[in-house]
């Protein structure tokens, strides 16, 4: 008989309710907003540049919806991106920073020295999608 193997899937059941307790405690943000410890917060966004004005457009599991009024073009809007999510959250533009995704229209935002619940409240302030 081969032995067990110690994985992810059966193993403690004490441990298991644990884990579920911290993830349904985080369950009335949207999935696209993620605590990184000690004191950062992940948005996932889905840039929209060259509009008219900066704007969140869309506030949903999946990502933020984010209009920004720069062009794609030699990182003009991976800055004003940035500008927009500091003025919205309310934290100073070098505590915010691009994670991932900086030549791509899906990226991933870090702000960082902030809670999930500043972050969510400074978002669905101004989000137009209510």
């Known amino acids: 008989m081969a032995p067990t193997k110690k ?3 059966k193993g ?10 911290s993830v349904t405690a985080n369950t009335k ?13 992940a948005i996932t966004i889905h840039a929209k540049p060259g509009s008219k004005l900066s704007a969140i457009t869309d506030f949903s599991d ?8 720069a062009p794609a073009k030699d990182g003009e ?25 900086s ?6 935002v870090i ?7 500043s972050v969510f409240d400074g978002l669905d302030r101004v989000c137009k999608c209510h």
Not at 12 to 18: D, F, H, L, R, V
Not at 103 to 108: F, H, N, P, Q
């Open 103 to 108: 030549k791509s229209r899906d990226k991933v």
């Open 111 to 117: 702000v960082e020295e902030v809670t999930l619940q």
């Open 12 to 21: 403690n059941p004490a441990e298991s309710t644990q884990s579920h307790a």
């Open 7 to 9: 994985g992810k899937g």
């Open 29 to 41: 943000f949207p999935s696209c907003l993620r605590f990184l410890p000690p004191s950062s917060v």
């Open 77 to 101: 809007a991976n800055s004003a991106l940035l500008d927009y999510i500091s003025s919205v959250i309310g934290v100073k533009k070098r505590q915010v920073s691009i994670g991932s995704g």
């Open 62 to 69: 999946e990502a933020l919806g984010v209009q920004i009024d």
